[in-house]
């Protein structure tokens, strides 16, 4: 008889993780960042030292976090913030920008928001994993997109996992296999006019269940997610196309281009054409 191990793969639909910079820095006392505005996620994670980040939430509430070694700090899209090393034991750190899809889905496993950015680990054992995670990425940039893009996946994990407000995620249920259903049908249809009646149709479900059933999977209503999904499309399109933002929009799900500006906006925090200058500043 042969010996074999047989295992199925859950339902999760990894879509559009992207890596946009990593960096390690040992800052000089009091130096500072901002205020700023990020078109992506931005996590840093404290080597030593001290600081301070300054914040605007999304309920228009200022607030100052003190931070140390072992503590890590998410910035949101569209969110003001400042943050300054201490003027006598300044910090040294590491971060990575981010985005995707479902990012927000797996932050929100870590217990990680604009309203709630502070990162502490469980155990210290599993804050240095964090940062090994996180360093190795920042000393590979030679290393090939997908290779780093795993590393990315690995950090994403390690983020979830070690997390002291992390939340329980979801396994591998039958209304798992619904909501892949879902955003398969989204993926290849989103360029057109969808109903949240039409999506629950190809999943057999009733509008209000299939609602309810989404918005517990990935934390937002499908509506929303089309949303994302539409715009994240856009933002590939406009960074590695010359095609106009017009066509773009129009490719994407959106014949009024200035509704399109308007969300695009409302979801980087800077409209279509000043998203594409920088994204081309950067290369």
């Not at 879509?15 to 078109?39: A, K």
């Not at 928001?113 to 996180?134: K, N, V």
């Not at 780093?148 to 249920?173: E, M, N, P, V, W």
């Not at 398969?184 to 989103?190: K, P, Q, S």
Request: aromatic share 14%; charged share 25%; net charge neutral.
């Amino acid at each position: 008889m042969n010996n074999y191990s047989f295992s199925i793969f859950p339902n999760e639909n990894f879509l559009d993780f992207r890596l946009y910079q990593y960096g390690w820095e040992q800052c000089r006392p009091l130096h500072s960042f901002g205020p700023f505005v990020r078109n992506h996620y931005l996590f840093h994670y404290i080597i030593s030292g001290q600081g301070t980040l300054d914040s605007t939430g999304p309920d228009g509430t200022d607030r100052r976090y003190e931070l140390g070694p072992g503590q890590g700090f998410l910035i949101c899209p569209g969110q003001i913030n400042t943050y300054a090393a201490h003027k006598t034991d300044p910090w040294e750190y590491t971060w990575l920008e981010f985005d995707g899809l479902r990012v927000e889905e797996y932050l929100d496993g870590a217990g990680l928001s604009a309203l709630q950015p502070i990162y502490h680990p469980q155990f210290p054992s599993q804050g240095d994993e964090l940062r090994d995670t996180m360093l190795y990425i920042a000393r590979h940039a030679e290393a090939a997109p997908l290779h780093l893009i795993g590393h990315l996946c690995l950090f994403l994990d390690a983020l979830i996992r070690s997390s002291s407000t992390r939340k329980t995620l979801h396994g591998g249920k039958l209304k798992d296999f619904y909501i892949q259903e879902a955003v398969n049908f989204m993926e290849h249809n989103y360029q057109r006019d969808l109903t949240v009646e039409e999506i629950a149709d190809v999943c057999r479900l009733n509008r209000s269940y299939f609602s309810k059933l989404f918005k517990e999977i990935m934390g937002c209503p499908p509506q929303e997610f089309l949303i994302r999904l539409r715009l994240s499309k856009a933002a590939e399109m406009m960074k590695l196309s010359g095609n106009s933002i017009r066509d773009i929009a129009a490719g994407c799900g959106y014949p009024n281009q200035l509704h399109f500006s308007r969300a695009f906006k409302k979801r980087y925090g800077v409209s279509p054409r000043q998203w594409r200058a920088e994204e081309q500043q950067k290369k």
